[in-house]
C-alpha cells in the first residue's frame, strides 16, 4: 500500500512540475571591471528598460517527449529588472558613477530576448540561455543616440537532465555572459571616452567658403 | 594500487573560474578543423507536430527537409565562405589585442608557453534574429574555448563564446561581397572578446 501511494505521490510531483509554472529567483552577476574601464569615470544612468520580448508571460517552455508545451518557465522578479540591475553593476564595477534622471547620459536599453530553452539527446540534455538587449547610449541634451551595440549573453551545459537549480544556473550564467559582454564592449568604451573630448573649435566665420 | 593512481595523478585540476589560473606566457590555437558553415532558418521553426503524428522517423524527415531547406539557402554564399581565413582572423585579432594591452604575454612558440588556449570554431553563418514573424538573418559564430597547461593537460573549459553582428536584415541582402564584410568584422570581434575575457578574467 505504502508503495503504491509513494509512486502516486511521485507521479504527482512530477506532473505537476511538469504542467504548472516553475518560477525561477535569478540574481544579477557580480559584477567585474573590463574594458569600460579604460574610459574616464562618466556619470551615467540606467533607466527602466523597455521590454520588447515576443512572450512576456515566461521565459521558456516544458515540454515533454514529444516537444509538446506542457508547462512554463517564470521568474520571481521581471527579466528586465533583473536585467537593470545587471548594466548597473557593469556601471559601478568599471568605475563610471551610477546618476539619475538629471545625468546628461544614459544607457537606455530594450530587452529583446531572455529564453531559457533545451535539447533533449538520448541520453543527456542541452539547456541553454540567451539574454539578448539593444543597449544605447543617449546624450539626454540632444536627445541622439551616441552609441548603439546589440548585447547578447548565451550560456549553455550538457547534463544527464536538471530541474529547476539547474535552470536557474543556466540563466544566471547568460546573464553573466551578458554583463561579460557589456562591460567587454570597445565600441561603448569609446562612445563613452568621446563624451569627455573637447569639443572642436568652432569654425572661423572667414574660413566659410564663399561663392 | 600503482596501476590506479598514476593516471589519477596525470590529470591536472580543472578550474571552474578562468581567475585561478596563472597565466605566465600563452600560445594561442585556433582550430577550425570541425567549423561548419551553415544558414539557420527553417530549422529555427522546427516544431514537435511531425515527432507527434508521426513519431521519430517523422521528426527525422521533417528536420531533414529543414536542413535541406537551410542548405539550398546557403548555396549562393559557399564559395565565398570557403574563401573566408576564418582561423587567421580570429588569431590576428585575438594576439593583437593581447599585444596591445600587455597583461599577458605572448610566448614565441608554444614550447615555450605556461599555457595554451584553444580556440575551437563551431557553426557560423547566417542565423535568423528571432521566431517569426521576423525574417531578417544576422551573421554568427560560435567557438570553444579552453585552456591547457604546459602538459597539454585542459585546465579550464570548456567554454562557449557566441557572437553576433550587429546587422540583420533579409537573407536576400547578404551578397557575398557583404556576407564576406561582415563576417570577417565578426571574426574580428570575436577575437578580441575571447582577448578581453582573459585579460580582464
Known sequence: ?211 | MLAWSAPTAALAQRAADLRQVEIVSLSVRIDASGDEFKVIDARMDETATAAVFFGLVGATINSAANAAEDDAKADPLRPTAAALPLEQLIGDALRARLASRNTIALAASPQDASHTLVVEIGDWGLIRRAQRPDTFVRPFLKLNLSLLDARGRPVWGPQREHSISQTAAELSAFTPETFRLEMEALAARAGHQVANRLIYR
Open chain 1, 1 to 211: 500500500m505504502l508503495k503504491v501511494v509513494s509512486a502516486l505521490m511521485l507521479a504527482g510531483s512530477l506532473a505537476a512540475c511538469a504542467t504548472g509554472t516553475t518560477n525561477l529567483t535569478l540574481a544579477a552577476p557580480q559584477a567585474r571591471p573590463g574594458v569600460l574601464s579604460e574610459a574616464p569615470a562618466t556619470t551615467l544612468d540606467v533607466p527602466a528598460i523597455r521590454d520588447a520580448r515576443q512572450n512576456q508571460t515566461r521565459i521558456g517552455d516544458k515540454r515533454n517527449g514529444y516537444g509538446m508545451v506542457m508547462g512554463a518557465v517564470g521568474t520571481t522578479q521581471p527579466p528586465a529588472a533583473t536585467v537593470e540591475a545587471a548594466i548597473e553593476g557593469i556601471v559601478a564595477a568599471n568605475n563610471h558613477v551610477l546618476g539619475g534622471e538629471s545625468a546628461r547620459y544614459a544607457l537606455q536599453s530594450t530587452l529583446n530576448t531572455f529564453w531559457f530553452d533545451y535539447r533533449t539527446g538520448l541520453v543527456s540534455v542541452e539547456f541553454f540561455g540567451t539574454v539578448n538587449a539593444e543597449v544605447a547610449l543617449i546624450d539626454r541634451t540632444t536627445g541622439a543616440a551616441l552609441y548603439t551595440e546589440t548585447v547578447e549573453g548565451y550560456y549553455s551545459e550538457r547534463t544527464g537532465g536538471g530541474l529547476s537549480q539547474t535552470w536557474t544556473r543556466i540563466m544566471n550564467g547568460a546573464l553573466a555572459d551578458f554583463a561579460t559582454k557589456l562591460g567587454n564592449s570597445e565600441g561603448l568604451k569609446e562612445a563613452i571616452a568621446a563624451t569627455h573630448a573637447a569639443p572642436a573649435a568652432p569654425a572661423a566665420a572667414d574660413a566659410a567658403p564663399t561663392s
